[in-house]
């Protein structure tokens, strides 16, 4: 089946830590992102990439780190400089620059700091 | 930046009645408006879109329209059922931008039987 798997699913981590979540699509999309999800806030863009080797900061980039030297795959790491980074994490991915259409979501990760 | 208002947080309908979602935007250059619907536990998928060349867009029981004058939009949900219920959100973006989409903050809708 085509889509986008996110692991793990369900993820503790302890203050000071990093943690890498991934993301990975067999869509050959060019195009991927990762949003956070917090109650009554939507959805907020952290990074995005449009093409392998390349990616920009969205509106919350702060305290998290991405690579893309894969099409296929753009993880996503939550550092110890994220204040609160307990939340819902969303990959999603779309065929590329130009196109302006549906995004493909994926499950989704969800992260909590103890 | 874009900035996109969504209202009303929370929407408690009756089954079979309409269900009515509203947002705005602040870029007079945004131009595609999706919808999406994330039902407890899953990701979000799009329902509906409308881009600024037209005022509305229906699709069986979900309808969207588009005020670019006074730049909101709105989701309508008729004869609703339990199946609707699930949190909606809104977006928008600018053309040249691809899908840099700014969402709304969300409505969850809650259809009783």
């Known amino acids: 089946d085509g889509g986008i798997t996110q692991s793990p699913k369900y993820l503790f981590r302890k203050e000071g830590q990093n943690v890498t979540l991934s993301c990975e699509q067999n869509l050959n999309h060019d195009a991927m992102y990762w949003y956070r999800q917090d109650p009554g806030q939507g959805l907020r863009l952290i990074y995005y990439?449009?093409?392998?080797?390349?990616?920009q900061k969205g509106d919350i980039a702060e305290g998290y780190s991405v690579s893309r030297e894969k099409k296929e795959s753009f993880p996503l790491t939550v550092t110890s400089a994220q204040k609160n980074p307990t939340a819902f994490y969303l990959c999603a991915s779309s065929p590329g620059t130009g196109y302006t259409g549906e995004l493909f979501f994926g499950e989704g990760s969800r992260l909590t700091v103890l | 930046g874009e900035n996109v208002e969504q209202h009303p947080s929370t929407l408690s309908v009756q089954e079979g009645d309409s269900a009515v979602i509203k947002c705005t935007y602040s870029d007079s250059a945004s131009n595609y408006f999706p919808w999406y619907k994330q039902e407890l536990g899953k990701r979000p998928q799009l329902i509906i879109d409308?881009?600024?060349?037209?005022g509305e867009k229906k699709d069986q029981r979900i309808a969207v329209t588009l005020n670019k004058t006074a730049k909101h939009f709105s989701l309508h949900i008729t004869e609703t059922q339990p199946e609707d219920s699930a949190v909606y959100f809104c977006?928008?973006?600018?053309?040249?931008?691809?899908?840099?989409?700014?969402f709304g903050g969300g409505t969850r809708l809650m259809v009783k039987p």
């Open positions: 990439s449009q093409i392998v080797n390349d990616f």
């Open positions: 409308i881009r600024s060349n037209v």
């Open positions: 977006a928008a973006s600018k053309g040249n931008a691809g899908n840099m989409l700014t």
